[in-house]
C-alpha cells in the first residue's frame, strides 16, 4: 500500500468510513501477519499480538502524525509488542510448526483444485520444498524473507520498522538471503 | 527500548554477521564474491510470496477480528499512554516466575497504575478518584469495576490476551493503550 493511498484511508477512516477501514485492514493485515510470523511466536501468541497491533492502531486512529506511514506503525508496533512475548520467558514457546509444512500435502488448497491432479502434486511439492528451506534458513534470513513475502510487497519502511533493521542494509541482505535460499534450493535439485 | 534481538541471539556463527546462517563452509564464503550478478531475486522473493500466500496466510478470523476493531476508534476518549512497562523497563527477579506486570499509563494530569497478576489485577487511578472502569478485550463491551474514593480497583480475573481499561471519571473518558497482558 503506497503512501497516498494510506494517508487517505487512514483520514477516511478517522472521519467514520468504515469501508476505509476495512481497506486498511484488507491491505496491511499480510504485513502485519508477516512480522508476527517472523518472530516464531506461538499460534496464540501470534494471534494476539496481531490482535493488539490492530486494537491499537484503531484507538490511535486520527491521532496518527504520519497517516502514510500507517504500515510502518503497524510494523512497529507489532515488533514490540513480539518483543515483549519474548520477553515474558514464562509464555514463550518456540514454534517449529511442522504442521505448517504438512498442510499443502493434508489439506489442499482452493488453488489446487483449479489445477488437474498431476500439475497440483508437482507444484505442491515445490511450494513444500520452497518452504521447508526457508524455514531452515538462519535466524535472520528466515525473519528477513518472512516480512518481505508479506502481500503486497511491504517497502523498505515498512519492513526496517519490522525488524528494527537499517532502511539501507535492507536491499544488500535481501539479496544475501535469497541468494542463500536458492543456493538450498539448488544443493537439494529442487531448481 | 532495548529489545533488540539483532543483538543478542544465541545463534550467532559469526557476530560481524548476523545474518549468517547455517550454510556450511567454502560454498558459504565464497557467494559473497560473485556480488549481485545475474540472479534475479525478484523472482525467487515473489514465490516465497505465493508460497506464503497458500502456506501461512492471515486466518480470515483473526483478519475478521481486525475488521471489527474499528468499533475501538473513539475520538471522544483520552488516549493514556503507556509509560512504563516491568516487562520491558525493569530488570528481571532472578528466580521468580510469576512475578507481577506493572504497567503505568498516562492522560494529562491522570495516571493509572495497573499490576497484573496470575490472580488478577489490580490498581490504582491518581490523582485518587473515583471512577467506573471497564477492562475490555476487544470491540465488545467488557467487564465493569469501580475504583473507589481513593481511585483503588481490584478485579479477580486476570486479563488475558490484548486488553484496555475504559475510565470515566467525572468529566472524562480515558482509555489505557492496548496491550497484550
Known amino acids: 500500500m503506497d503512501r497516498t493511498d494510506a494517508a487517505a484511508l487512514v483520514q477516511a477512516a478517522a472521519d467514520g468510513d468504515a469501508a476505509a477501514w476495512k481497506a486498511l485492514v484488507e491491505g496491511l493485515s499480510p504485513l502485519v ?3 508476527v510470523r517472523a518472530h516464531r511466536l506461538s499460534d496464540a501468541d501470534a494471534h494476539e499480538v496481531y490482535q493488539t497491533a490492530w486494537f491499537r492502531f484503531a484507538q490511535h486512529l486520527g491521532r496518527i502524525r504520519e497517516p502514510g506511514k500507517a ?20 509464555r514463550l514457546t518456540l514454534t517449529d510448526d511442522p504442521r505448517l509444512l504438512d ?7 482452493p488453488e489446487q483444485s483449479l489445477l488437474d491432479a498431476e500439475e497440483a502434486a508437482a507444484q505442491s511439492e515445490r511450494v513444500r520444498r520452497l518452504w521447508q528451506e526457508f524455514e531452515e534458513l538462519g535466524e535472520r534470513c528466515r525473519q528477513l524473507l518472512r516480512v518481505l513475502m508479506a502481500t503486497p510487497p511491504p517497502s523498505y519502511q515498512d519492513v526496517s520498522a519490522a525488524l528494527g533493521i537499517a532502511v539501507g542494509s535492507i536491499g544488500p541482505l535481501r539479496q544475501r538471503c535469497l541468494r542463500r535460499l536458492r543456493a538450498r ?5 529442487a531448481m | 527500548m532495548n529489545g533488540d534481538r539483532y543483538d543478542d541471539d544465541p545463534h550467532d556463527h559469526d557476530p560481524h554477521d548476523p545474518y549468517d546462517d547455517d550454510l556450511s563452509g567454502e560454498e558459504d564464503r565464497g557467494e559473497e564474491d560473485r556480488g549481485d550478478e545475474e540472479f534475479d531475486a525478484g523472482i525467487l522473493e515473489e514465490e516465497l510470496r505465493q508460497a506464503a500466500a497458500v502456506l501461512d496466510p492471515v486466518p480470515a478470523e483473526l483478519q ?7 468499533a475501538l476508534h473513539d475520538l471522544d476518549a ?13 530488570l528481571p527477579v532472578r528466580g521468580l516466575t510469576d512475578v507481577p506486570r506493572m504497567l503505568t499509563f498516562r492522560a494529562g494530569e491522570v495516571t493509572v497504575d495497573v499490576e497484573v497478576t496470575a490472580q488478577g489485577l489490580m490498581g490504582q487511578v491518581l490523582p485518587p478518584q473515583p471512577a467506573r472502569i471497564e477492562v475490555l478485550g476487544g470491540p465488545r463491551p467488557g467487564s465493569p ?8 480497583f481490584t478485579g479477580d480475573a486476570p486479563p488475558t490476551g490484548p486488553f484496555a ?11 489505557t493503550e492496548w496491550l497484550r497482558a
Open chain 1, 33 to 35: 501477519w508477516s512480522v
Open chain 2, 64 to 70: 475478521q477480528i481486525a475488521v471489527d476493531a474499528y
Open chain 1, 103 to 109: 498442510r499443502v500435502s493434508e489439506e489442499g488448497t
Open chain 2, 78 to 90: 483520552r488516549v493514556a499512554e503507556l509509560t512504563f512497562d516491568s516487562l520491558v523497563d525493569a
Open chain 2, 165 to 175: 481499561l475504559r475510565l470515566r471519571t467525572g468529566e472524562a473518558v480515558v482509555v
Open chain 1, 185 to 189: 534450493l539448488e544443493a537439494r535439485g
Open chain 2, 145 to 152: 469495576l469501580m475504583a473507589d474514593d481513593l481511585g483503588r
Open chain 1, 71 to 90: 504500515g510502518a506503525w503497524l510494523a512497529s508496533t507489532a515488533r514490540h509488542e513480539c518483543l515483549k512475548v519474548i520477553r515474558s520467558a514464562q
